[in-house]
């Protein structure tokens, strides 16, 4: 379902100018890293089949449904939480595979469990995994796409949440005749085998990853096996800097000696700055471009060849090397006593390796804030908005309209479909119209159809206009904020910080998920469903406003422009890593 990358002049990344063999590589990893998707959507979606008929076995009431909904999103919490740490220091594709392990752990527990306490216990389980996934996923695709195809590449991930999703719908279907909600648990169990298996054999590392943590070698190979030998080298370098050049733990695999290969990289960089290296000056101000791709952008020693003509964006709004040569940053003596002109990393403002923060607290410096803002918020209004009280509760939602069970459940996968399809038409659309106009229209469309459900269920109208409202909606939300959130959670974030962030937008995420499943029900029997979603709507109000306001272009930007758009936002100037004394 991944497009292919385009191979303009300018395309940037460790997987640019991807060769056809290359292509087909990043294609698959795509599709295999984004079966955590699957699993988040399937385990998210089968237990909207599965409550019609566990409720009647185990004697549930509404407080105890909305628990078994819920309590799953406790334990995504938690997993989206530690996520981030893990996958920094055990590498994505390790990371990826442990979450495969607990999704078995808890398909197993949820399809035996004996009673109310053995199945919330399950629901944890699986939680962790849904939520670790749902933070890595985005992460791993991120870092392995160039820019002109990022937005297709990191969407995969929520076409795989809707095609699990449907399936999910597709297996309550299936065994509803028997009432076997154990069965509807059970078939997860394949996809998480399918995970554990893609992490052991089939995924290869990022390659982001193995540069900063010093497996230097391995990084080139990879990247040489995507874009071909004579680039490997080109973009393993400017890999090298985006990720600070020298390895957190300083320790380089082809060798086992300490920072020694990356000295000699050092050194190989010093001489092309000078001018005896490839590229010459041009490589060099190319090379101080920050990352905007899998984990570092290709250094193409030259100017942006896809901008042809003049940039009429504002200067203050345009990465470094755009700038007239009067409003850049002053060339010179670093620190470092060599008078070349070293680039220094946000990360490091002192140009010594220095930060300021560490971990967590990383995301509160000032460079940072602005997308840990986005992020946050629009982590709260995808959720708040109301989504998964139609995902959860769409067959419980249909029978109080004065249809049974079963045809609750059959217009679910209806529902569900719509969601897949529309999903298909967003990815198609990302790369082409732009993330803004997408979010724009999705939020609009989600409050009007918000209004007209609330509308339909207080005035008691027929049950095919609510499910007309219903498809709608998930339609309006399928083909903007669905896809754009977990695109916009990849691209907002500096390099450094993005396992991180995305942790903490998909905590954020879950948080808002758990309250919304937790009090729907009580609260559509205390005002009514018509006033709850009326309170959704008002949500995505809020997020309309946030978006228009806020929330910058990145569709086809590398990180630099990302990140002075997003600044200019705030009312901030961009941080420019500061060369004069």
């Known amino acids: 379902m991944v497009q292919g990358f385009s191979q303009e002049p300018g395309t940037r990344g460790p997987v640019a100018h991807c060769h056809p063999a290359g292509l087909r590589r990043v294609r698959r990893a795509g599709l295999l890293i984004a079966v955590?998707?699957?699993l988040f959507g399937y385990d998210t979606g089968v237990v909207s089949g599965a409550l019609l008929y566990l409720r009647q076995d185990f004697g549930l009431g509404s407080l105890q449904q909305g628990t078994v909904v819920s309590v799953t999103l406790i334990g995504a919490m938690v997993g989206a939480l530690v996520s981030g740490r893990i996958a920094d220091r055990?590498?994505?594709?390790?990371?990826?595979?442990l979450e495969g392990v607990v999704f078995g752990i808890g398909t197993v527990l949820?399809?035996?469990?004996?009673?109310?306490?053995?199945?919330?216990?399950?629901?944890?389980?699986l939680g962790l995994a849904v939520g670790a996934a749902s933070a890595t996923v985005p992460v791993y695709l991120a870092e392995i796409s160039p820019p002109e195809v990022r937005g297709r590449v990191l969407s995969t991930n929520q076409l795989l949440i809707t095609v699990g999703i449907v399936t999910s719908y597709l297996v309550d279907l299936a065994f509803a005749g028997g009432g076997n909600w154990r069965a509807m648990f059970a078939?997860?169990?394949?996809?998480?085998?399918?995970?554990?298996?893609?992490?052991?054999?089939?995924?290869?590392?990022?390659p982001h990853w193995l540069i900063r943590h010093g497996h230097t070698e391995r990084g080139r190979r990879l990247i040489a096996s995507v874009s071909g030998e004579e680039r490997a080298d080109e973009l393993l370098a400017r890999a090298?800097?985006?990720?600070?050049?020298?390895?957190?733990?300083?320790?380089?695999?082809?060798?086992?000696?300490?920072?020694?290969?990356?000295?000699?990289?050092?050194?190989?960089?010093?001489?092309?700055?000078?001018?005896?290296?490839?590229?010459?000056?041009?490589?060099?101000?190319?090379?101080?471009?920050?990352?905007?791709?899998?984990?570092?952008?290709?250094?193409?020693g030259g100017e942006h060849e896809r901008r042809g003509g003049e940039d009429d964006r504002p200067e203050d709004d345009r990465p470094e090397h755009d700038r007239p040569e009067h409003d850049r940053p002053e060339d010179g003596d670093d620190g470092r006593g060599d008078g070349h002109d070293w680039p220094r990393h946000p990360a490091h403002p002192d140009g010594n390796g220095r930060t300021g923060r560490t971990g967590w607290r990383m995301l509160?410096?000032?460079?940072?804030?602005?997308?840990?803002?986005?992020?946050?918020?629009?982590?709260?209004?995808?959720?708040l908005g109301g989504i998964n009280t139609i995902i959860y509760y769409a067959p419980t939602i249909i029978e109080r309209t004065g249809l049974d069970?079963?045809?609750?459940?059959?217009?679910?996968?209806?529902?569900?479909?719509?969601?897949?399809?529309?999903?298909?038409?967003?990815?198609?659309?990302?790369?082409?119209?732009?993330?803004?106009?997408l979010l724009l229209w999705s939020l609009?469309?989600?409050?009007?159809?918000?209004?007209?459900?609330?509308?339909?269920?207080?005035?008691?109208?027929?049950?095919?206009?609510?499910?007309?409202?219903?498809?709608?909606?998930?339609?309006?939300?399928?083909?903007?904020?669905?896809?754009?959130?977990?695109?916009?959670?990849?691209?907002?974030?500096?390099?450094?910080?993005?396992?991180?962030?995305?942790?903490s937008a998909t905590t954020t995420n879950w948080l808002a998920n758990f309250v919304v499943g937790l009090v729907f029900l009580p609260l559509a029997n205390a005002i009514g469903e018509g006033g709850t979603f009326w309170i959704f709507g008002g949500v995505c109000l809020v997020g309309l406003l946030f978006v228009a306001r806020f929330v910058p272009e990145t569709r086809n930007r590398e990180f630099d422009e990302v990140d002075a758009a997003l600044h200019a936002r705030f009312g901030r100037r961009p941080h420019i890593p500061s060369q004069s004394r």
Do not use: H
């Not at 000295?263 to 000056?281: C, K, Q």
């Not at 309006?476 to 959130?485: D, E, N, R, T, V």
């Open 36 to 38: 955590g998707g699957f």
């Open 90 to 97: 055990l590498g994505r594709r390790t990371t990826l595979g």
């Open 110 to 125: 949820a399809s035996t469990a004996g009673g109310y306490v053995e199945l919330v216990v399950a629901r944890v389980v």
């Open 187 to 206: 078939v997860g169990l394949l996809p998480a085998l399918t995970l554990i298996v893609a992490a052991l054999w089939l995924l290869p590392e990022s």
């Open 240 to 300: 090298q800097r985006d990720t600070d050049g020298t390895p957190p733990d300083g320790r380089d695999d082809t060798n086992g000696t300490n920072g020694t290969d990356g000295a000699e990289d050092a050194d190989t960089g010093r001489a092309g700055r000078a001018g005896g290296g490839p590229g010459g000056s041009d490589g060099a101000r190319a090379a101080e471009e920050p990352d905007a791709g899998a984990g570092g952008g290709s250094g193409d």
């Open 364 to 383: 509160l410096e000032p460079e940072v804030r602005p997308a840990l803002v986005v992020g946050l918020t629009l982590a709260a209004v995808q959720q």
């Open 405 to 437: 069970a079963s045809n609750s459940i059959f217009y679910s996968v209806f529902i569900g479909l719509i969601n897949l399809v529309m999903t298909v038409v967003a990815m198609k659309l990302i790369d082409r119209v732009g993330r803004r106009p």
């Open 444 to 503: 609009g469309g989600m409050l009007v159809t918000l209004a007209l459900l609330g509308l339909s269920f207080v005035a008691g109208l027929n049950s095919e206009l609510t499910l007309l409202c219903m498809v709608v909606y998930i339609a309006a939300y399928a083909g903007g904020l669905g896809p754009i959130f977990w695109v916009l959670v990849g691209e907002v974030f500096p390099p450094r910080a993005r396992a991180l962030g995305s942790s």
